[in-house]
């Protein structure tokens, strides 16, 4: 699974002193929490169904520039995962793969305010907004396997780490049971092993995983979204009036 999120370049345009600063009302920040939820879409769910979300939670801190450009910086924790046991495909049922993962999150965006924005001023409290921004995350999907918790990336299930075919990271064939690794020196199937076809899960009498067949689908790239609902505090304090 390679998780891939859309980024965008802002454009940040300092404007002149606020608007608020005559009525000595100086705002110092906007500081918030988000909660809401996160879904996966991608090679184990193919139709973007939306019938798995996951627990998503952020802090942001915003700052205002003039009454129409502000600069945020957001950070989120969020949880995806799906399985093929979801599928309504027959293929994908008896591939029977499944994954869970943290995904870490750090956004820096500009906003733009469509009208005059004054914290603190009664007469220009509210504006829409649209928002640019970029931003990084790390992830680090798991399955379970006999109750058993294990971390994909180390295992390398499609051959990554014996330099299978000379495959990168998440290519899209099975390499077979009989990799390095796959098997123990009495022959027995090693954890990688058992994790890289589990179609004898759902059908003893049935193996997927024979070496260069189709396990996954390379143009179906993973993606997450996470969708959240917020409240800010703003953090402010009152400049002295000065003596004429």
Aim: overall charge positive.
């Amino acid at each position: 699974m390679k998780l891939k999120t859309l980024s965008f370049l802002f454009f940040l345009a300092l404007a002149g002193s606020a608007q608020a600063q005559r009525y000595d009302y100086v705002q110092q920040g906007e500081f918030g929490v988000t909660l809401g939820g996160a879904h996966y879409f991608g090679d184990l769910n193919t139709r973007a169904a939306l019938n798995r979300p996951k627990p998503a939670i952020g802090i942001m801190f915003r700052k205002q520039f003039g009454n129409y450009i502000g600069l945020r910086v957001a950070a989120h924790y969020a949880q995806v995962g799906y399985s093929d046991v979801y599928s309504k495909n027959d293929y994908q049922k008896t591939r029977n793969l499944s994954f869970n993962s943290n995904i870490w999150e750090l956004t820096v965006q500009g906003d733009f305010n469509f009208f005059k924005f004054i914290p603190g001023d009664a007469d220009h409290l509210f504006t829409p907004y649209v928002t640019l921004g970029a931003g990084v995350f790390t992830y680090d999907p798991y399955a379970y396997i006999n109750g058993d918790k294990e971390f994909l990336r180390p295992l390398g299930t499609e051959g990554q780490l014996v330099g299978y075919q000379g495959r990168k990271p998440y290519s899209t064939t099975y390499a077979g049971n009989n990799q390095p690794g796959f098997r123990d020196a009495f022959g027995n199937l090693t954890t990688a092993g058992l994790l890289q076809d589990r179609s004898y899960e759902i059908d003893p009498n049935t193996t997927l995983g024979v070496a260069g067949r189709q396990r996954g689908w390379s143009k179906q790239k993973d993606q997450y979204v996470i969708a959240e609902l917020g409240i800010s505090f703003n953090i402010s304090s009152y400049r002295c009036p000065g003596t004429n």
